[in-house]
């Protein structure tokens, strides 16, 4: 019997360590698929940047380079969650792993469409432009949020104080901010736009940016707002509450 035991006993301990190896795998796989399509998208910013007709129009006409640094910006800071996610929240299963893909292929699309901004801004088209622009960014950012939430919801047994703080703070931050994104830009209007002209040297005035102010507006004010509900919650809530801070 005692043999027996010690059989079963083995054989569960190795089916446990295969699944864990197995688990393990899925998540190195996912991770690295997830840091070339990443690094894709940095790539395309570079590639979605047009050849001006003189060089002093790229500094000149400073759309592009707007454009490029925001993006550039936005990809990084999706990348530093995803890692984030990756290193401390992520679980393997269907519903992450679905969220994982869809992030990224919002992410794509986002970077595609600073190409759309900066074909049809001097076609007076900016505005609808950065309005899908915005659109799959609110996605992407927001997919992930779902998939930060996901993780604090599976992995909350094992989570220290520390990863359940930094958690609910980037996640309640990254709420507001997509939120405020997409309301700015459900009220974004015709005229709610903010024109940027370039005098050339022949005094003719040149549309080099259109966007909607409410986007930003809408967006910046989120973003604060859901870094206050953050630290409401880390402060008043016993189980985010920090002893040292006390």
Known sequence: MKLLRRGLHGGAAAKDHEE???????????????????????????????????????????????????????????????????????????????????????????????????????????????????????VSYGVQGVMLALGLFYRRHELTLRGRRNGIQELLSRTGLVAGSILGNAYAVTNDLAKVYVQTGKGKQILVANLPNSIFVYAIVGSLTGVAFAAIALRSIPALRDPGGL
Do not use: K
Request: net charge neutral; hydrophobic share 60%.
């Open 20 to 138: 864990i190896r197995d688990r393990a795998r899925a998540t190195h796989r996912l991770e690295a698929f997830s840091d070339i399509v990443i690094a894709f998208s940095l790539a395309e910013i570079g590639l979605s940047l047009v050849l001006p007709p003189h060089a002093i129009d790229f500094v000149a006409r400073p759309t592009a380079i707007f454009a490029f640094v925001v993006t550039f910006i936005v990809v990084v800071r999706f990348w530093w969650v995803h890692d984030l996610i990756f290193e401390h929240y992520f679980v393997p299963n269907r519903a992450m792993t679905a969220c994982n893909f869809i992030a990224l292929a919002s992410l794509i699309l986002q970077v595609f469409c600073l190409q759309l901004y900066l074909h049809f801004v001097p076609l007076n088209e900016g505005a609808v432009a950065s309005r899908i622009y915005f659109a799959f960014f609110a």
